[in-house]
């Protein structure tokens, strides 16, 4: 089974431009995650997907980010502008039951690390 | 809120010997755990998890037990071995909140 697809690995642009990130969660799953994660912290949710409606995103500096899921399927986070405090490990998590609990087994891809100059 | 924390930032430890990682945590309404394992330039991993109408639950080489009344729970690995050496979350949820909060993670190093 292929796991969570995340593009691209890294990125680095100067602040006040703009990025996009993009993930492609396990076929089947429901709920998609997406994290931020700063250097020597634990990962931060950032918002969370139940097929292509939003669940939560109290987190989500909405200022500056966006996110959307269309078709329920894959997803972009886009940061416009970018701050230097954005620079961070962007994760995408998916999980198989529509719920969304925090009890089921989210699967993580392998993060886009972002780095502001 | 819910607050979950990490005791130490670092772990050395000889392999083959046992592995305990502690995890703190201040809300006595969280009733749910999960160890993550993360791999370095990987996304974490799913270790184990344990409600807390649970004291003890155990995995392959792992064992992950949890104190309510100090509010701390930790994660134990047998025998540990270099395909050990990663930093390890643990992640609490308190009562009906949708997510997870995480800790800051130990870094498991594993000495030869």
């Known amino acids: 089974e292929a796991g969570v697809a995340q593009s691209p690995r890294y990125k680095i642009i100067e602040k006040r431009q703009s990025v996009a990130f993009w993930c492609n969660p396990i076929?089947?799953?429901?709920?998609l995650y997406w994290y931020q994660q700063i250097l020597g912290q634990g990962p931060k949710l950032l918002i969370q997907f139940q097929n292509n409606g939003v669940v939560d995103d109290s987190q989500l500096p909405k200022d500056r980010f966006s996110a959307e899921r269309l078709k329920g399927v894959d997803s972009t986070l886009k940061i416009q502008p970018a701050k230097l405090e954005d620079s961070a490990v962007y994760l995408c998590?998916?999980?198989?039951?529509?719920?969304?609990?925090?009890?089921?087994?989210?699967?993580f891809g392998p993060g886009t690390r972002l780095t502001v100059l | 809120g819910e607050s979950v924390g990490l005791h130490l930032p670092t772990l050395s430890v000889q392999e083959g010997d046992n592995s305990i990682i502690n995890c703190a945590y201040s809300n006595s309404a969280s009733d749910y755990f999960i160890w993550y394992k993360q791999e370095s330039g990987k996304g974490p991993q799913f270790i184990i998890d344990i409600r807390s109408n649970m004291d003890k639950r155990q995995g392959q080489r792992v064992t992950v037990l949890l104190n309510k009344t100090v509010k701390h729970l930790s994660l134990q690995i047998a025998a540990t071995q270099p395909g050990d050496s990663a930093v390890y979350f643990c992640a609490g949820r308190e009562g009906s909140a949708r997510q997870l909060t995480f800790g800051s993670g130990t870094q498991l190093t594993v000495l030869p």
């Open positions: 998590a998916s999980s198989l039951d529509q719920r969304g609990l925090p009890t089921d087994t989210q699967y």
């Open positions: 076929s089947g799953h429901a709920t």
